[in-house]
């Protein structure tokens, strides 16, 4: 069975030794051996375990999150999961106001350039413009949101729309609403 040292597994995940020094201080991966000189030795077992804690930490998850993810209960992981989701709406939100806010700057710095970046009303401005009422925009969504939910969902999102407005449009276009 093959065995890794602390540093061949941080080294394979791009991880600190002190990293893993301290997910086992805090008990959240202890190594499954130790060698006679005291030395950890993970074990295969081990390594798809951290594979796991770096996929919910690249996904910005707390070590508290990742632990409760990991503890076999998938009734807390979904909402674990939903809390973050819109926390990364949120940031979203927060990063295109910034966006829009330096567009604005730069539009008032500099009178050849025009950064012009499209926001919900710019969207519908334009849907308008294209002849499309209320219904014809609810069929448009209704197919977006048809042949690709999650696109639908980030397109929304990127518009500066908040995470539950998003939610509530993509069932308004279903009819849910």
């Not at 401005?125 to 639908?152: I, T």
Request: hydrophobic residues 40%; aromatic residues 8%.
């Amino acid at each position: 069975m093959k065995t890794y040292s602390i540093s061949q597994l941080a080294r394979a995940f791009g991880l600190s030794r002190s990293t893993l020094l301290y997910y086992d201080r805090i008990g959240l991966l202890r190594a499954a051996k130790r060698t006679a000189a005291g030395y950890r030795r993970y074990s295969e077992n081990d390594r798809k375990y951290l594979e796991r804690i770096c996929m919910l930490r690249g996904a910005g998850l707390s070590l508290a999150d990742v632990e409760r993810m990991l503890s076999g209960d998938s009734g807390p992981s979904v909402a674990i999961l939903e809390k973050r989701l819109g926390e990364l709406g949120d940031e979203i939100l927060f990063l295109r106001n910034q966006q829009h806010s330096i567009a604005a700057m730069l539009k008032n710095m500099t009178s050849h350039k025009c950064v012009t970046v499209i926001d919900k009303k710019m969207w519908i401005k334009m849907l308008e413009a294209a002849g499309m009422n209320e219904e014809s925009r609810k069929a448009w969504h209704a197919e977006f949101e048809r042949r690709a939910s999650e696109a639908h969902h980030e397109f929304l999102l990127s518009l500066g729309i908040q995470e539950s407005e998003a939610r509530d449009i993509q069932e308004w276009s279903l009819g849910k609403l």
